[in-house]
């Protein structure tokens, strides 16, 4: 009986371990997708860093999205506090990407099918590759479920000491994303209504 009752608890103990590293582990991946928040300084040097390495790199098929497109059009700066860099990238350069990381030995943060958060320096902002499926002129963003049509042709933005690639109708890109007031200058990003809904499609 007592053996019994030893095998039990020993069961018990080791389920109990099992769930907390689970548990463990998703709130650490939680908080990297969280990310903490950067003063507008920090994600320019960034911003600025990624958009060389990407050009000396022969990247084409990319340009900035979300928060940092955002930042740059409304401010010619990314939003102070934001968290990360963000970078819409064909899929087809995902091994690319790769070799840019091991070359440069950044740090993957975090590695999704559709996602890529990486650190280039540490205690600096991480950027975030969001790869999508080009589909004629259309950039499908599986993990923010976000479909940005009619990005061609790219534009190119001379910005500090880089150039930046801007979606085609990026006006009407923010707008759709980020409400009517998307123009006047907030300490965030203003509207977030696109946020409600993560199980449709956003158009841009």
Do not use: A
Request: proline letters at 2%; hydrophobic letters at 35%; one cysteine or more.
């Amino acid at each position: 009986m007592n053996k019994i009752i030893i095998v039990i608890v020993f069961f018990c103990l080791c389920i109990s371990i099992i769930f907390y590293f689970i548990n463990s582990t998703f709130l650490k991946n939680k908080e990297h997708f969280k990310g903490n928040k950067f003063s507008s300084d920090k994600l320019n040097i960034i911003l600025e860093k990624i958009s060389n390495i990407l050009i000396g790199n022969d990247l084409n098929n990319w340009f900035i999205g979300y928060g940092t497109l955002l930042g740059i059009i409304r401010n010619n700066s990314c939003i102070n506090n934001d968290d990360d860099i963000d970078i819409i990238i064909d899929y087809n350069d995902k091994n690319k990407i790769n070799e840019i990381i091991k070359k440069y030995n950044f740090k993957i943060v975090i590695k999704e099918n559709h996602i890529y958060k990486i650190e280039l320096e540490k205690n600096l902002p991480t950027v975030d590759f969001y790869f999508s499926n080009i589909k004629e002129n259309t950039y499908i963003d599986h993990w923010e479920r976000v479909i940005w049509k009619n990005c061609n042709p790219i534009q190119k933005l001379k910005w500090k000491n880089t150039t930046l690639n801007i979606p085609n109708e990026y006006q009407h890109k923010l707008l759709n994303r980020y409400g009517k007031n998307w123009r006047i200058p907030q300490k965030n990003k203003g509207n977030q209504q696109y946020k409600k809904d993560k199980s449709k499609y956003q158009y841009l």
